[in-house]
Protein backbone atom coordinates (compact mmCIF):
# COMPACT_ATOMS: atom_id res chain seq x y z
CA UNK A 1 0.00 0.00 0.00
CA UNK A 2 2.84 2.09 0.64
CA UNK A 3 4.38 1.51 -2.52
CA UNK A 4 0.95 2.29 -4.39
CA UNK A 5 0.67 5.74 -2.56
CA UNK A 6 4.20 6.91 -3.03
CA UNK A 7 3.59 5.93 -6.85
CA UNK A 8 0.46 7.89 -7.62
CA UNK A 9 1.86 10.69 -5.82
CA UNK A 10 4.95 10.89 -7.11
CA UNK A 11 3.93 9.77 -11.23
CA UNK A 12 2.68 12.15 -13.85
CA UNK A 13 -0.99 12.83 -13.55
CA UNK A 14 -1.59 10.98 -17.04
CA UNK A 15 0.44 7.82 -16.37
CA UNK A 16 -0.80 7.80 -12.57
CA UNK A 17 -4.35 7.59 -14.17
CA UNK A 18 -3.42 4.72 -16.67
CA UNK A 19 -1.68 3.00 -14.08
CA UNK A 20 -5.10 3.08 -11.91
CA UNK A 21 -7.17 2.15 -14.55
CA UNK A 22 -5.08 -1.36 -15.13
CA UNK A 23 -4.68 -1.93 -11.30
CA UNK A 24 -8.25 -1.82 -11.47
CA UNK A 25 -8.84 -4.43 -14.13
CA UNK A 26 -11.06 -1.85 -15.87
CA UNK A 27 -8.87 -2.37 -19.31
CA UNK A 28 -10.31 -1.05 -22.60
CA UNK A 29 -10.71 -3.74 -25.06
CA UNK A 30 -8.35 -6.36 -26.03
CA UNK A 31 -5.95 -4.84 -28.84
CA UNK A 32 -4.45 -7.50 -30.36
CA UNK A 33 -5.01 -10.82 -29.65
CA UNK A 34 -1.75 -13.53 -27.71
CA UNK A 35 -2.39 -15.32 -30.85
CA UNK A 36 -1.26 -12.32 -33.34
CA UNK A 37 1.34 -11.65 -30.78
CA UNK A 38 2.73 -15.14 -31.15
CA UNK A 39 2.87 -14.84 -34.79
CA UNK A 40 3.95 -11.55 -35.21
CA UNK A 41 7.18 -12.83 -32.68
CA UNK A 42 7.20 -15.60 -34.68
CA UNK A 43 7.89 -13.74 -37.88
CA UNK A 44 10.30 -11.50 -37.03
CA UNK A 45 12.36 -13.87 -34.94
CA UNK A 46 13.07 -16.76 -37.32
CA UNK A 47 12.05 -18.95 -34.04
CA UNK A 48 10.03 -22.35 -34.72
CA UNK A 49 6.32 -22.87 -34.14
CA UNK A 50 7.19 -26.14 -31.94
CA UNK A 51 10.06 -24.15 -29.85
CA UNK A 52 7.96 -21.29 -29.04
CA UNK A 53 4.86 -23.67 -28.24
CA UNK A 54 7.12 -26.08 -26.30
CA UNK A 55 8.36 -22.65 -24.52
CA UNK A 56 4.87 -21.75 -24.04
CA UNK A 57 3.81 -24.76 -22.13
CA UNK A 58 6.66 -23.97 -19.76
CA UNK A 59 5.37 -20.23 -19.00
CA UNK A 60 2.03 -20.57 -19.25
CA UNK A 61 1.41 -17.36 -21.05
CA UNK A 62 2.05 -15.70 -24.55
CA UNK A 63 3.05 -12.28 -22.96
CA UNK A 64 5.73 -13.91 -21.04
CA UNK A 65 6.79 -16.29 -23.15
CA UNK A 66 7.26 -13.63 -26.33
CA UNK A 67 9.12 -11.36 -23.50
CA UNK A 68 11.78 -14.24 -22.28
CA UNK A 69 12.53 -14.94 -25.77
CA UNK A 70 12.17 -12.45 -28.43
CA UNK A 71 16.10 -10.88 -27.06
CA UNK A 72 17.66 -14.15 -27.04
CA UNK A 73 16.13 -15.20 -30.54
CA UNK A 74 17.31 -12.21 -32.01
CA UNK A 75 14.46 -10.41 -32.43
CA UNK A 76 16.16 -7.31 -31.14
CA UNK A 77 19.14 -7.56 -34.29
CA UNK A 78 21.51 -6.06 -31.62
CA UNK A 79 19.79 -2.78 -31.91
CA UNK A 80 19.99 -0.62 -28.11
CA UNK A 81 16.96 0.83 -26.40
CA UNK A 82 16.99 4.10 -27.77
CA UNK A 83 15.80 2.42 -31.41
CA UNK A 84 12.44 1.75 -29.66
CA UNK A 85 9.66 4.32 -30.52
CA UNK A 86 8.77 3.95 -26.81
CA UNK A 87 12.24 3.85 -25.14
CA UNK A 88 11.28 7.36 -23.92
CA UNK A 89 7.66 7.18 -23.94
CA UNK A 90 5.51 7.60 -20.83
CA UNK A 91 2.51 5.38 -20.12
CA UNK A 92 -0.13 8.32 -20.64
CA UNK A 93 1.82 7.76 -24.52
CA UNK A 94 1.99 4.25 -24.80
CA UNK A 95 -2.09 4.16 -23.76
CA UNK A 96 -3.21 6.99 -25.48
CA UNK A 97 -0.51 7.29 -28.71
CA UNK A 98 1.60 4.32 -29.41
CA UNK A 99 -0.88 1.23 -28.90
CA UNK A 100 -4.52 2.44 -30.09
CA UNK A 101 -3.13 2.67 -33.61
CA UNK A 102 -2.42 -0.60 -33.69
CA UNK A 103 -5.75 -2.26 -33.66
CA UNK A 104 -6.24 -0.60 -37.36
CA UNK A 105 -3.39 -1.59 -39.10
CA UNK A 106 -3.33 -4.22 -42.19
CA UNK A 107 -1.31 -7.61 -41.01
CA UNK A 108 2.06 -6.36 -42.42
CA UNK A 109 2.20 -2.62 -41.58
CA UNK A 110 1.02 -3.88 -38.18
CA UNK A 111 3.70 -6.80 -37.61
CA UNK A 112 6.18 -4.09 -38.51
CA UNK A 113 5.03 -1.58 -36.65
CA UNK A 114 5.03 -4.23 -33.69
CA UNK A 115 8.39 -5.16 -33.76
CA UNK A 116 9.18 -1.70 -33.89
CA UNK A 117 7.82 -0.88 -30.64
CA UNK A 118 9.52 -4.26 -29.85
CA UNK A 119 13.12 -2.83 -30.27
CA UNK A 120 14.93 -2.73 -27.41
CA UNK A 121 12.55 -3.13 -24.81
CA UNK A 122 14.04 -4.82 -21.61
CA UNK A 123 11.80 -8.18 -21.05
CA UNK A 124 9.53 -7.03 -17.93
CA UNK A 125 9.09 -3.44 -19.99
CA UNK A 126 7.89 -6.00 -22.84
CA UNK A 127 5.94 -8.30 -20.74
CA UNK A 128 4.12 -5.02 -19.74
CA UNK A 129 3.60 -3.68 -23.09
CA UNK A 130 2.05 -6.85 -24.45
CA UNK A 131 -0.18 -7.56 -21.50
CA UNK A 132 -1.81 -3.85 -22.05
CA UNK A 133 -2.00 -4.67 -25.38
CA UNK A 134 -4.00 -8.09 -24.73
CA UNK A 135 -6.34 -6.34 -21.94
CA UNK A 136 -4.92 -9.81 -19.32
CA UNK A 137 -3.04 -7.74 -16.90
CA UNK A 138 -3.08 -8.99 -13.05
CA UNK A 139 -0.57 -8.22 -10.96
CA UNK A 140 -2.43 -9.51 -8.09
CA UNK A 141 -3.07 -6.38 -6.03
CA UNK A 142 -6.94 -6.19 -5.18
CA UNK A 143 -9.31 -3.53 -5.79
CA UNK A 144 -9.60 -2.90 -2.37
CA UNK A 145 -5.32 -2.00 -1.48
CA UNK A 146 -5.58 0.30 -4.06
CA UNK A 147 -8.68 2.28 -2.91
CA UNK A 148 -6.71 2.27 0.87
CA UNK A 149 -3.96 3.36 -1.06
CA UNK A 150 -5.71 6.73 -2.64
CA UNK A 151 -7.49 7.06 0.66
CA UNK A 152 -4.45 7.36 2.25
CA UNK A 153 -3.06 10.07 -0.42
CA UNK A 154 -6.32 12.25 -0.86
CA UNK A 155 -7.57 11.49 2.79
CA UNK A 156 -10.85 10.49 1.69
CA UNK A 157 -12.78 8.08 3.00
CA UNK A 158 -11.95 4.73 1.34
CA UNK A 159 -16.03 3.98 0.64
CA UNK A 160 -16.23 7.24 -1.04
CA UNK A 161 -13.50 6.30 -3.30
CA UNK A 162 -15.55 3.28 -4.07
CA UNK A 163 -18.53 5.12 -5.32
CA UNK A 164 -16.72 7.73 -7.27
CA UNK A 165 -14.92 4.49 -9.01
CA UNK A 166 -18.16 2.54 -9.48
CA UNK A 167 -19.61 2.81 -13.34
CA UNK A 168 -16.37 3.34 -14.92
CA UNK A 169 -13.19 5.60 -14.46
CA UNK A 170 -11.53 7.61 -17.30
CA UNK A 171 -8.00 7.65 -17.22
CA UNK A 172 -6.76 11.06 -17.69
CA UNK A 173 -5.53 13.47 -15.42
CA UNK A 174 -8.36 15.84 -15.44
CA UNK A 175 -10.46 11.89 -14.46
CA UNK A 176 -7.59 11.15 -11.76
CA UNK A 177 -7.70 14.95 -10.24
CA UNK A 178 -11.53 14.44 -10.43
CA UNK A 179 -11.43 11.00 -8.05
CA UNK A 180 -8.89 12.78 -5.47
CA UNK A 181 -10.60 16.08 -4.83
CA UNK A 182 -12.00 16.13 -1.15
CA UNK A 183 -13.67 19.09 -2.12
CA UNK A 184 -15.84 17.57 -5.11
CA UNK A 185 -19.70 17.37 -3.79
CA UNK A 186 -20.04 14.34 -5.78
CA UNK A 187 -22.59 15.86 -7.75
CA UNK A 188 -21.47 13.98 -11.18
CA UNK A 189 -22.32 10.27 -9.50
CA UNK A 190 -26.18 10.41 -10.54
CA UNK A 191 -26.06 7.94 -12.84
CA UNK A 192 -23.63 5.56 -10.63
CA UNK A 193 -24.35 2.70 -8.08
CA UNK A 194 -23.38 2.20 -5.03
CA UNK A 195 -20.40 0.25 -3.76
CA UNK A 196 -22.39 -3.34 -3.15
CA UNK A 197 -22.37 -4.84 0.27
CA UNK A 198 -21.10 -8.62 -0.10
CA UNK A 199 -21.87 -11.72 2.00
CA UNK A 200 -19.24 -14.07 4.21
CA UNK A 201 -19.51 -18.04 3.50
CA UNK A 202 -21.60 -19.30 6.97
CA UNK A 203 -20.07 -19.78 9.95
CA UNK A 204 -22.38 -21.54 12.12
CA UNK A 205 -20.50 -21.28 16.03
CA UNK A 206 -20.19 -17.19 15.26
CA UNK A 207 -24.16 -17.09 14.65
CA UNK A 208 -24.73 -19.81 17.35
CA UNK A 209 -24.14 -17.17 19.94
CA UNK A 210 -26.64 -14.70 18.72
CA UNK A 211 -30.20 -14.61 18.76
CA UNK A 212 -32.42 -15.89 15.80
CA UNK A 213 -34.97 -12.77 15.87
CA UNK A 214 -31.57 -10.36 15.63
CA UNK A 215 -31.70 -11.44 12.15
CA UNK A 216 -33.45 -11.24 8.76
CA UNK A 217 -34.03 -14.94 6.67
CA UNK A 218 -34.22 -14.94 3.15
CA UNK A 219 -34.00 -17.04 -0.05
CA UNK A 220 -30.71 -16.32 -1.79
CA UNK A 221 -32.10 -16.31 -5.46
CA UNK A 222 -29.38 -17.40 -8.29
CA UNK A 223 -29.99 -14.58 -10.36
CA UNK A 224 -27.67 -11.53 -11.07
CA UNK A 225 -26.97 -9.23 -8.40
CA UNK A 226 -27.86 -5.28 -9.36
CA UNK A 227 -28.70 -1.97 -8.48
CA UNK A 228 -32.07 -0.47 -9.78
CA UNK A 229 -31.48 3.47 -9.85
CA UNK A 230 -33.88 6.15 -10.80
CA UNK A 231 -32.17 9.89 -10.44
CA UNK A 232 -33.07 12.95 -12.00
CA UNK A 233 -35.96 11.63 -14.51
CA UNK A 234 -33.35 8.83 -15.91
CA UNK A 235 -32.95 4.69 -14.99
CA UNK A 236 -29.79 2.64 -14.92
CA UNK A 237 -29.86 -1.02 -14.03
CA UNK A 238 -26.16 -1.57 -13.29
CA UNK A 239 -24.63 -5.67 -12.13
CA UNK A 240 -22.25 -5.99 -9.71
CA UNK A 241 -19.64 -6.24 -12.29
CA UNK A 242 -20.07 -2.57 -12.77
CA UNK A 243 -22.11 -2.91 -15.75
CA UNK A 244 -25.45 -1.19 -17.61
CA UNK A 245 -27.79 -4.46 -18.28
CA UNK A 246 -30.61 -2.49 -19.04
CA UNK A 247 -30.43 -3.17 -22.65
CA UNK A 248 -30.91 -6.55 -22.00
CA UNK A 249 -33.79 -6.02 -19.66
CA UNK A 250 -36.02 -3.10 -21.21
CA UNK A 251 -39.10 -4.16 -19.16
CA UNK A 252 -36.80 -3.46 -15.89
CA UNK A 253 -35.91 -0.20 -17.64
CA UNK A 254 -39.91 0.46 -17.85
CA UNK A 255 -40.44 -0.68 -13.83
CA UNK A 256 -37.50 2.42 -13.47
CA UNK A 257 -39.19 4.99 -14.96
CA UNK A 258 -42.49 4.37 -12.81
CA UNK A 259 -40.67 4.47 -9.52
CA UNK A 260 -40.15 7.74 -7.35
CA UNK A 261 -37.51 9.86 -8.61
CA UNK A 262 -34.22 9.66 -5.70
CA UNK A 263 -34.24 6.13 -5.41
CA UNK A 264 -31.80 2.96 -5.35
CA UNK A 265 -32.73 -0.38 -4.82
CA UNK A 266 -30.55 -3.33 -4.24
CA UNK A 267 -31.64 -6.60 -5.69
CA UNK A 268 -31.48 -9.42 -7.67
CA UNK A 269 -32.34 -9.51 -11.56
CA UNK A 270 -34.12 -13.01 -12.51
CA UNK A 271 -36.28 -14.76 -14.64
CA UNK A 272 -39.69 -15.29 -13.14
CA UNK A 273 -43.33 -15.32 -15.09
CA UNK A 274 -45.82 -13.24 -13.25
CA UNK A 275 -48.21 -16.37 -12.72
CA UNK A 276 -45.11 -18.48 -11.57
CA UNK A 277 -44.59 -19.33 -7.96
CA UNK A 278 -41.18 -19.43 -8.22
CA UNK A 279 -38.35 -18.83 -10.87
CA UNK A 280 -37.21 -21.43 -13.67
CA UNK A 281 -33.89 -22.78 -13.50
CA UNK A 282 -30.91 -20.17 -13.78
CA UNK A 283 -30.36 -21.14 -17.56
CA UNK A 284 -33.19 -19.12 -18.43
CA UNK A 285 -31.62 -16.45 -17.66
CA UNK A 286 -28.97 -16.65 -19.66
CA UNK A 287 -30.88 -16.46 -22.74
CA UNK A 288 -30.98 -12.61 -21.98
CA UNK A 289 -27.53 -11.74 -20.77
CA UNK A 290 -25.65 -9.80 -23.04
CA UNK A 291 -28.36 -8.93 -25.52
CA UNK A 292 -28.89 -5.45 -26.21
CA UNK A 293 -32.42 -5.36 -28.05
CA UNK A 294 -34.23 -8.45 -27.42
CA UNK A 295 -37.14 -9.83 -29.51
CA UNK A 296 -40.44 -9.90 -27.99
CA UNK A 297 -41.19 -13.26 -28.33
CA UNK A 298 -37.82 -13.74 -25.40
CA UNK A 299 -39.15 -10.81 -23.29
CA UNK A 300 -42.47 -12.98 -23.52
CA UNK A 301 -40.74 -16.66 -22.89
CA UNK A 302 -38.62 -15.48 -20.47
CA UNK A 303 -39.60 -12.39 -18.35
CA UNK A 304 -37.49 -11.11 -16.00
CA UNK A 305 -38.55 -9.69 -12.43
CA UNK A 306 -36.35 -7.25 -10.51
CA UNK A 307 -36.64 -8.82 -6.69
CA UNK A 308 -35.70 -6.14 -4.41
CA UNK A 309 -34.00 -6.79 -0.53
CA UNK A 310 -32.56 -3.55 0.24
CA UNK A 311 -33.36 0.11 0.15
CA UNK A 312 -30.15 2.07 -0.64
CA UNK A 313 -31.44 5.78 -1.09
CA UNK A 314 -35.10 6.93 -1.04
CA UNK A 315 -35.98 10.71 -1.46
CA UNK A 316 -32.52 11.39 -2.79
CA UNK A 317 -31.38 10.30 0.94
CA UNK A 318 -28.67 8.04 1.24
CA UNK A 319 -30.00 5.30 3.66
CA UNK A 320 -26.86 2.96 4.15
CA UNK A 321 -26.36 3.96 7.23
CA UNK A 322 -29.77 3.36 8.67
CA UNK A 323 -30.11 -0.21 10.28
CA UNK A 324 -31.35 -2.81 8.28
CA UNK A 325 -34.55 -2.97 9.89
CA UNK A 326 -35.54 0.43 9.27
CA UNK A 327 -34.45 0.32 5.52
CA UNK A 328 -36.44 -2.90 5.14
CA UNK A 329 -39.59 -1.23 6.55
CA UNK A 330 -38.96 1.95 4.41
CA UNK A 331 -38.60 -0.75 1.39
CA UNK A 332 -42.16 -3.13 2.33
CA UNK A 333 -44.18 0.69 2.34
CA UNK A 334 -42.28 1.58 -0.94
CA UNK A 335 -43.74 -1.88 -2.83
CA UNK A 336 -47.16 -1.79 -0.93
CA UNK A 337 -47.54 1.88 -2.43
CA UNK A 338 -46.63 0.50 -6.06
CA UNK A 339 -48.61 -2.40 -5.97
CA UNK A 340 -51.23 0.20 -4.78
CA UNK A 341 -51.21 2.02 -7.79
CA UNK A 342 -51.02 1.66 -11.48
CA UNK A 343 -47.54 0.29 -11.94
CA UNK A 344 -45.81 -2.27 -14.12
CA UNK A 345 -45.10 -3.58 -10.44
CA UNK A 346 -48.67 -5.18 -10.07
CA UNK A 347 -47.48 -7.43 -13.30
CA UNK A 348 -45.23 -9.07 -11.34
CA UNK A 349 -41.53 -6.94 -12.40
CA UNK A 350 -41.06 -5.65 -8.89
CA UNK A 351 -40.78 -7.91 -6.12
CA UNK A 352 -40.05 -7.90 -2.87
CA UNK A 353 -37.97 -10.12 -1.28
CA UNK A 354 -39.69 -12.59 1.26
CA UNK A 355 -38.54 -12.66 5.06
CA UNK A 356 -38.66 -16.21 6.38
CA UNK A 357 -39.98 -16.71 9.82
CA UNK A 358 -36.63 -18.06 11.93
CA UNK A 359 -37.69 -18.23 15.71
CA UNK A 360 -34.71 -20.46 17.18
CA UNK A 361 -31.94 -21.70 15.11
CA UNK A 362 -32.88 -25.66 14.93
CA UNK A 363 -35.31 -24.37 12.30
CA UNK A 364 -32.76 -23.16 10.14
CA UNK A 365 -31.90 -26.34 8.13
CA UNK A 366 -35.16 -26.92 7.27
CA UNK A 367 -35.45 -23.88 5.99
CA UNK A 368 -32.65 -24.23 3.78
CA UNK A 369 -33.88 -27.64 2.89
CA UNK A 370 -36.47 -25.95 0.90
CA UNK A 371 -34.34 -23.64 -0.69
CA UNK A 372 -34.21 -25.95 -4.12
CA UNK A 373 -38.02 -26.65 -4.16
CA UNK A 374 -38.72 -23.09 -4.65
CA UNK A 375 -36.16 -22.21 -7.06
CA UNK A 376 -33.25 -20.96 -4.65
CA UNK A 377 -29.44 -21.99 -4.00
CA UNK A 378 -29.83 -21.06 0.06
CA UNK A 379 -30.32 -18.45 2.27
CA UNK A 380 -29.19 -15.45 3.18
CA UNK A 381 -29.11 -13.84 6.68
CA UNK A 382 -28.82 -10.64 7.70
CA UNK A 383 -28.22 -8.56 10.67
CA UNK A 384 -31.21 -6.83 11.22
CA UNK A 385 -29.02 -3.86 13.81
CA UNK A 386 -26.29 -3.39 10.52
CA UNK A 387 -26.08 -0.75 7.97
CA UNK A 388 -25.44 -1.60 4.78
CA UNK A 389 -21.30 -1.61 4.32
CA UNK A 390 -19.06 -1.76 1.25
CA UNK A 391 -17.45 -5.12 -0.02
CA UNK A 392 -17.29 -8.54 2.03
CA UNK A 393 -17.71 -7.66 5.78
CA UNK A 394 -17.77 -10.57 8.16
CA UNK A 395 -20.41 -10.88 10.08
CA UNK A 396 -23.40 -8.90 8.95
CA UNK A 397 -24.28 -10.97 6.12
CA UNK A 398 -24.06 -14.62 5.55
CA UNK A 399 -24.86 -16.74 2.64
CA UNK A 400 -25.60 -20.54 3.40
CA UNK A 401 -25.92 -22.26 0.18
CA UNK A 402 -27.71 -25.53 -0.38
CA UNK A 403 -25.44 -28.30 0.24
CA UNK A 404 -24.12 -29.32 -3.63
CA UNK A 405 -24.98 -32.13 -5.15
CA UNK A 406 -22.30 -34.81 -5.85
CA UNK A 407 -21.67 -37.71 -8.63
CA UNK A 408 -18.20 -40.01 -8.30
CA UNK A 409 -16.86 -39.72 -11.78
CA UNK A 410 -13.87 -41.32 -13.89
CA UNK A 411 -10.99 -39.25 -14.49
CA UNK A 412 -11.29 -39.26 -18.94
CA UNK A 413 -9.18 -36.47 -20.32
CA UNK A 414 -6.57 -34.00 -18.39
CA UNK A 415 -4.81 -30.96 -20.04
CA UNK A 416 -1.75 -28.57 -18.43
CA UNK A 417 -3.03 -25.24 -16.30
CA UNK A 418 -1.60 -22.02 -17.12
CA UNK A 419 0.27 -19.05 -15.19
CA UNK A 420 2.26 -21.05 -12.47
CA UNK A 421 0.40 -24.62 -12.66
CA UNK A 422 1.71 -24.48 -16.47
CA UNK A 423 4.27 -27.49 -16.24
CA UNK A 424 1.38 -29.54 -14.37
CA UNK A 425 -1.62 -31.19 -15.63
CA UNK A 426 -4.70 -29.89 -13.49
CA UNK A 427 -7.79 -29.11 -16.15
CA UNK A 428 -9.79 -32.33 -16.04
CA UNK A 429 -12.37 -34.09 -18.05
CA UNK A 430 -14.64 -36.59 -15.84
CA UNK A 431 -17.40 -39.14 -17.51
CA UNK A 432 -19.98 -41.44 -16.08
CA UNK A 433 -20.76 -44.56 -17.17
CA UNK A 434 -23.87 -44.70 -19.77
CA UNK A 435 -25.62 -48.12 -19.38
CA UNK A 436 -28.41 -48.41 -21.94
CA UNK A 437 -29.11 -52.16 -20.99
CA UNK A 438 -29.61 -51.04 -17.83
CA UNK A 439 -32.37 -48.73 -18.78
CA UNK A 440 -33.98 -51.12 -21.28
CA UNK A 441 -34.41 -53.51 -18.24
CA UNK A 442 -36.01 -50.90 -16.23
CA UNK A 443 -38.35 -50.49 -19.29
CA UNK A 444 -39.04 -54.19 -19.89
CA UNK A 445 -36.96 -54.31 -23.42
CA UNK A 446 -35.64 -57.68 -23.65
CA UNK A 447 -32.56 -56.46 -26.16
CA UNK A 448 -28.94 -58.23 -25.82
CA UNK A 449 -27.61 -56.16 -22.83
CA UNK A 450 -24.64 -53.69 -24.42
CA UNK A 451 -21.11 -52.89 -22.74
CA UNK A 452 -21.13 -50.04 -20.62
CA UNK A 453 -19.22 -46.94 -21.77
CA UNK A 454 -18.00 -43.73 -20.20
CA UNK A 455 -19.12 -40.37 -21.34
CA UNK A 456 -17.76 -37.10 -21.13
CA UNK A 457 -19.65 -35.21 -18.05
CA UNK A 458 -18.13 -32.71 -16.84
CA UNK A 459 -14.70 -30.41 -16.08
CA UNK A 460 -13.27 -29.10 -13.38
CA UNK A 461 -10.33 -27.82 -12.44
CA UNK A 462 -10.16 -26.93 -8.68
CA UNK A 463 -10.90 -28.50 -5.50
CA UNK A 464 -7.41 -30.53 -4.85
CA UNK A 465 -4.96 -29.09 -2.65
CA UNK A 466 -0.87 -28.70 -3.93
CA UNK A 467 0.36 -32.26 -3.23
CA UNK A 468 -2.70 -33.97 -4.92
CA UNK A 469 -2.00 -31.93 -8.11
CA UNK A 470 1.59 -33.27 -8.33
CA UNK A 471 0.39 -36.55 -7.24
CA UNK A 472 -2.12 -36.71 -9.80
CA UNK A 473 -0.17 -35.02 -12.95
CA UNK A 474 3.19 -37.75 -11.85
CA UNK A 475 0.11 -40.37 -12.37
CA UNK A 476 -1.30 -39.15 -15.93
CA UNK A 477 2.11 -39.11 -16.73
CA UNK A 478 2.55 -42.14 -16.65
CA UNK A 479 -1.11 -43.09 -17.46
CA UNK A 480 -1.47 -41.97 -20.75
CA UNK A 481 -3.22 -43.21 -23.47
CA UNK A 482 -3.34 -40.78 -25.80
CA UNK A 483 -2.32 -37.32 -26.58
CA UNK A 484 -4.74 -35.08 -28.87
CA UNK A 485 -2.69 -31.04 -29.29
CA UNK A 486 -2.20 -30.39 -24.95
CA UNK A 487 -4.80 -32.92 -24.17
CA UNK A 488 -3.76 -36.32 -22.95
CA UNK A 489 -6.47 -39.38 -22.44
CA UNK A 490 -5.77 -41.44 -19.84
CA UNK A 491 -6.82 -44.90 -18.76
CA UNK A 492 -9.49 -44.71 -16.97
CA UNK A 493 -9.25 -46.09 -13.29
CA UNK A 494 -9.17 -42.63 -11.11
CA UNK A 495 -11.99 -42.02 -9.33
CA UNK A 496 -13.25 -38.11 -7.67
CA UNK A 497 -16.30 -36.91 -5.97
CA UNK A 498 -17.39 -33.83 -8.01
CA UNK A 499 -19.58 -31.65 -6.54
CA UNK A 500 -21.72 -29.64 -8.28
CA UNK A 501 -24.53 -26.81 -7.79
CA UNK A 502 -27.24 -27.89 -10.08
CA UNK A 503 -27.68 -29.95 -13.16
CA UNK A 504 -30.24 -30.06 -15.84
CA UNK A 505 -30.68 -31.12 -19.46
CA UNK A 506 -28.62 -30.20 -22.27
CA UNK A 507 -28.41 -30.41 -26.43
CA UNK A 508 -24.83 -28.86 -26.14
CA UNK A 509 -23.42 -31.74 -24.19
CA UNK A 510 -22.62 -35.08 -25.43
CA UNK A 511 -24.04 -36.71 -21.70
CA UNK A 512 -27.23 -34.59 -22.82
CA UNK A 513 -26.76 -33.41 -19.06
CA UNK A 514 -25.28 -29.74 -17.75
CA UNK A 515 -23.93 -29.06 -14.59
CA UNK A 516 -23.48 -25.71 -12.83
CA UNK A 517 -20.34 -24.96 -10.72
CA UNK A 518 -18.44 -28.49 -11.05
CA UNK A 519 -15.42 -28.86 -8.77
CA UNK A 520 -13.38 -31.68 -7.15
CA UNK A 521 -14.71 -32.44 -3.78
CA UNK A 522 -12.34 -35.62 -3.23
CA UNK A 523 -10.13 -38.09 -4.50
CA UNK A 524 -11.86 -41.49 -4.25
CA UNK A 525 -8.38 -43.50 -4.07
CA UNK A 526 -10.66 -45.98 -2.13
CA UNK A 527 -12.82 -46.49 -5.05
CA UNK A 528 -12.53 -48.47 -8.22
CA UNK A 529 -13.32 -46.68 -11.70
CA UNK A 530 -16.90 -49.62 -12.03
CA UNK A 531 -18.68 -48.24 -9.53
CA UNK A 532 -18.45 -44.41 -10.35
CA UNK A 533 -21.77 -43.44 -10.79
CA UNK A 534 -23.81 -43.49 -14.16
CA UNK A 535 -26.03 -41.08 -16.21
CA UNK A 536 -29.42 -42.57 -14.97
CA UNK A 537 -28.43 -41.49 -11.28
CA UNK A 538 -27.34 -37.73 -12.82
CA UNK A 539 -30.57 -37.78 -14.32
CA UNK A 540 -31.93 -38.67 -11.42
CA UNK A 541 -30.55 -35.77 -9.61
CA UNK A 542 -32.73 -33.51 -11.62
CA UNK A 543 -35.78 -34.33 -9.92
CA UNK A 544 -34.24 -34.48 -6.75
CA UNK A 545 -36.48 -32.16 -4.55
CA UNK A 546 -33.80 -30.98 -2.16
CA UNK A 547 -30.38 -32.13 0.24
CA UNK A 548 -30.32 -34.48 2.66
CA UNK A 549 -31.60 -32.33 6.32
CA UNK A 550 -28.51 -31.99 8.64
CA UNK A 551 -28.38 -30.97 12.18
CA UNK A 552 -28.83 -27.48 13.04
CA UNK A 553 -25.77 -25.15 12.92
CA UNK A 554 -22.89 -28.21 13.37
CA UNK A 555 -20.55 -28.44 11.01
CA UNK A 556 -21.23 -31.76 8.71
CA UNK A 557 -19.02 -34.35 8.43
CA UNK A 558 -18.25 -37.44 6.05
Known sequence: MRALADYFREAPPGDGAWALHALLGRQRRRLLTSLRLRQICLEGSGLPAWLFDDC????????????????????????????????????QQWMEELLPPLATLEP???????????????????????KLLTGGLRVGVAEGLV???????????????????MGGFTPSASGLAGLLDPTDDDASLSSRPYPFQLACTFDAERLEATAPANWQLEWKWDGIRAQLIRRGGQCWLWSRGEELIHPAFPELLELGATLPDGLALDGEVIIWPPAAAGPPPCAELQTRLGRKAPRRALLTQSPAAFVAYDLLEMGGCDKRHEPLRQRRAALVALHQQLL?????????????????????????????????????????????????????????????????????????????????????????????????????????????????????????????????????????????????????????????????????????????????????SRWRQDKPAAEADTLATAKALIEKAGPPQTSALKPQSR
Open 108 to 130: DPQAQAMRALWQGLEPIELLVVN
Open 340 to 520: AAPSPARAGLLRLSESLPLHAWQELEAQRSAARAVGAEGLMLKDLDSPYLVGRRRGPWWKHKLEPLRLDAVLLYAQAGSGRRANLYTDYTFGLWDRPSDERAAAGDGEPNQPPALVSFAKAYSGLNDEEIVALDHWIRSHTLERFGPVRAVQPLQVFELAFEGIGPSKRHKSGLAVRFPRI
Open 147 to 165: VQALAQLSGLEPARLRHRL
Open 56 to 91: YRQVGDSAETIALLWRQAGGDNGVNATSSPGAEASL
